[in-house]
């Protein structure tokens, strides 16, 4: 069976060339002629060949360097080249494989090698394209389920968002606020960008374990007891067992956040009293967030705080809250950029 392919043929020599695309033309290959390297590089992009039959003796550039440009350019790499040469030398032959040439075929040509080398690259050449374009095919398949799954990921992190925007009467957005804020401080401490990315939506249910305290203690106006606290204390530990043991990687980071957002940084925090670098970065990111963002709150048992007066507390100190309990590197972008937090604080 006839294999129809195209072939672009490389030589200085009007004879050669002549000679060369008569017998091919014969077997009804599509053919294009390039009389040098140059000339050869502009048919390429547009003929895109099945293979290319290549002179090594050719003024400007010889068909060895020839060879390698092709081989360095992803475009073009795959495909093959049969050099064409009167060199029958095995130092020649060696010459042209380090560049990158698949068969040689010596001058003067003999029509039936010629064919036979020639159908048997082009053959190859097809199997290539089908595994290449199958591949692709599948990348391509991959990453559209991909981004089908991360969408349906990113959906279920906002439902859950809204849930815990509920838990905050009168300040519909802090997932927002709490997204922005964290993400801001993850790029200023330089974080890789799928961390942001994942920490831009798992930002946003850090307090979900709240949804299991009573409306009773989570609202009392009151200030709270020690019992009050205890139980107060326990959304951290139900926020992780709600988000555990999930494959998405919202979730799962959620779920470390949830924990482990009351942590502090001199280990005086809960629910697991770890402290430093061992309380996971995206914690760490949070605890600061949450308590500006909390401070910059109204509570039932107080009035929301001046981006000034938290400045003082955050930095300061209060009954309550101590610098120590931040990650120091958190803080100086906080003493640098605190007019970043007030600006997203104020954003509607
Ligand atoms: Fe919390």
Not at 120 to 145: A, C, G, P, Q, V
């Amino acid at each position: 069976m006839k294999i129809p392919g195209k072939i672009l043929i490389v030589d200085d020599s009007e004879v050669a060339l002549k000679l060369l695309s008569t017998i091919l033309e014969h077997e009804n290959y599509e053919i294009r002629i390039a009389k040098d390297a140059f000339q050869a590089f502009e048919i390429l992009t547009k003929f895109k060949p099945d293979i290319i039959l290549l002179d090594v003796m050719m003024p400007k550039m010889d068909g060895y360097e020839f060879t390698k440009r092709i081989k360095s350019l992803d475009d073009l790499k795959s495909i093959p080249i049969i050099l064409v040469t009167a060199l029958n030398d095995q130092e020649s032959k060696i010459r042209g494989l380090n560049a990158g040439a698949e068969e040689f075929i010596s001058k003067p040509i003999d029509r039936t090698e010629l064919l036979i080398r020639t159908k048997n690259l082009i053959k190859m050449k097809k199997y290539h394209d089908e595994i290449s374009n199958i591949n692709r095919f599948l990348e391509e398949t991959i990453k559209k389920r991909t981004e089908q799954l991360n969408y349906s990921y990113i959906e279920a992190i906002i439902s859950l968002s809204r849930i815990v925007d509920n838990i905050y009467e009168g300040n519909s957005n802090v997932s927002t606020k709490l997204s922005r804020c964290s993400t801001f401080l993850a790029a200023q401490l330089k974080c890789p960008e799928n961390f942001i990315s994942t920490l831009r939506y798992a930002s946003t249910i850090y307090d979900i374990g709240k949804t299991k305290i009573t409306t009773e203690i989570l609202y009392k106006s009151t200030p709270l007891n020690e019992a009050d606290w205890d139980i107060i204390k326990s959304h951290t530990e139900h926020g992780k067992n709600i988000l555990k043991a999930v494959s998405s990687p919202y979730l799962n980071m959620g779920s470390e956040i949830a924990c482990h957002h009351h942590e502090n940084f001199d280990g005086t925090g809960y629910p697991n009293a770890i402290k430093g670098s061992t309380i996971p970065l995206e914690a760490r990111i949070i605890k600061f967030c949450d308590t500006y963002i909390a401070l910059r709150s109204r509570r039932p048992y107080r009035d929301a705080y001046t981006h000034e007066k938290c400045i003082d507390i955050i930095l300061k100190g209060d009954n309550k809250t101590k610098p120590d309990h931040f990650d120091p590197n958190i803080l100086s972008i906080f003493k640098a950029q605190h007019n970043k937090f007030n600006e997203i604080y104020e954003e509607k």
